[in-house]
């Protein structure tokens, strides 16, 4: 769509830039009462990049609020996979796993060594 990047032309003020409160950029919102009039003042303004700049702001801001819901819809969902995980690794302890799983690891280690040298043994003579 544009070659370049497109920035709003800066309106230097030399007590500093202005500071906004994120209520007062709520008109400029895709959803906001009066999106119409406000876009038909920033035509008026005949500033391709300040449209530019108030479309990225509007996107930007659609895509954060879409995320919010996403992780507001899934804070329940994630509380209760990690109540379960925690009540796993409970059972898990409960049960000794790791120790039993790694005697059985020694022991199978053992007869296998004890098969290989069977094999070998048996290939020999």
Known sequence: MFSKP???????????KPVYPTADLDYLKADAVGWEMTDWLIDRTHDLSL???????????????????????????WGQLATAKLGAIQRLEMADAIERINATNDGF????LHVNKEILRGHKG
């Open 51 to 77: 449209k530019a700049e108030v479309h990225r702001f509007r996107v930007v801001t659609a895509e954060l609020d879409r995320m919010e819901q996403v992780l507001v819809e899934n804070k329940d969902a």
């Open 109 to 112: 280690v053992d007869n296998t």
């Open 6 to 16: 497109l920035y709003a032309t800066p309106v230097y003020k030399f007590e500093g």
